[in-house]
Nanobody, 118 residues
């Protein structure tokens, strides 16, 4: 079992920055991939960025160049640095961890709200 706790969400003006954190606990040794997803009202949950244990990462086209995902394996924590935020980035952001042995689709955090508004 893996437990995930997100933090760092909040209200920010357009053009501003936020840094989300996702702390993992439990069977963290089994985690291969960590990622961030988001879900805006009335929309489906979508991938924002993910990073595998070796460091390779990929991003949604809508955030590439503005967001950066990173991972501190020693701290079992993933981060999402979000710069140049836009109103369309407003959503609940969820952390996801895919383990070598675990549920299909991985484990999920409870989500953290990010609101970009003036």
């Amino acid at each position: 079992q893996v437990q995930l706790v997100e933090s760092g969400g909040g209200l920010v003006q357009p053009g501003g920055s936020l840094r989300l954190s996702c702390a993992a606990s439990g069977s963290v040794f089994s985690i291969n991939t960590m990622g961030w997803y988001r879900q805006a009202p009335g929309k489906e949950r979508e991938l924002v960025a993910k990073i595998i244990r070796g460091g390779m990462s990929n991003y949604a086209d809508s955030v590439r160049g503005r967001f950066t995902i990173s991972r501190d394996v020693a701290k079992s924590t993933a981060y999402l640095q979000m710069n140049s935020l836009k109103p369309e980035d407003t959503a609940v952001y969820y952390c996801n961890a895919v383990a070598l042995i675990g549920p299909k689709g991985g484990y999920w955090g409870q989500g953290t709200q990010v609101t970009v508004s003036s």
